[in-house]
Antibody, heavy 121, light 107 residues
């Protein structure tokens, strides 16, 4: 069974940093692109970042709103995905989901349960 | 960036109703579109990929159609478990974007 379990969310002040983790199991993690998607209160879903697999040289993509502040990374040996978030803003407050992008299709076929990040003074 | 505009943003319907949700893209995205269902406090669930491909395990009352800039999600006979928020997402280019969502509520 595919499982994605996020952790690392919490309350942080504006300008602060936080690192999210996503533990994956039930599939060959190294074969898949992985993404972070967030859902802010009262708003729609927003894609945040993508890391491709080893075959695509682990290249990454970012949403304009987080480029230069967030860094996505992965550790295939530990089946883990990460999101380092720096210079956090109040508008980064959201539930952050780890999502698997299906092989070939690249749509988000499995999601974690989410971890809440609150940026507030 | 490619913008996705969903309509309506809110829909009130009864069990058994046929429901249609529209997603319009700001530029041609071919068929690189997915539909997700999200219930409160839960992660989104992929219903349809490539505009019309039903995911395994998704009831056949759900269907998707369209290409280019206009897409639709249809629920042929609304069931109690279908009351949720539905959103579209494109995969045509980066950044990936989602539509604003359509909340389907019980009439």
């Amino acid at each position: 069974e595919v499982q994605l379990v996020e952790s690392g969310g919490g309350l942080v002040q504006p300008g602060g940093s936080l690192r999210l983790s996503c533990a994956a199991s039930g599939f060959t993690f190294s074969d898949f692109y992985m993404d972070w998607v967030r859902h802010a209160p009262g708003k729609g879903l927003e894609w945040v970042a993508r890391t491709r697999d080893k075959g695509s040289s682990y290249t990454v993509e970012y949403a304009t709103s987080v480029k230069g502040r967030f860094t996505i990374s992965r550790d295939d040996s530990n089946n883990s995905l990460y999101l380092q978030m720096n210079s956090l803003k109040t508008e980064d407050t959201a539930v952050y989901y780890c999502a698997r992008a299906g092989v070939g299709t690249r749509y988000f076929d499995y999601w974690g349960q989410g971890t809440l990040v609150t940026v507030s003074s | 960036d490619i913008q996705l505009t969903q309509s309506p943003s809110f829909l009130s319907a009864s069990v058994g109703d046929r429901v249609t949700i529209t997603c319009r893209a700001s530029q041609d995205i071919n068929n690189y579109l997915a539909w997700y269902q999200q219930k409160p406090g839960k992660a989104p669930k992929l219903l349809i990929s490539a505009a019309s491909t039903l995911q395994s395990g998704v009831p056949s009352r759900f269907s998707g159609s369209g290409s280019g800039t206009e897409f639709t999600l249809t629920i042929s006979s609304l069931q109690p478990e279908d009351f949720a928020t539905y959103c579209c997402q494109h995969l045509r280019s980066y950044p990936l974007t989602f539509g604003g969502g359509t909340k389907v509520e019980i009439k």
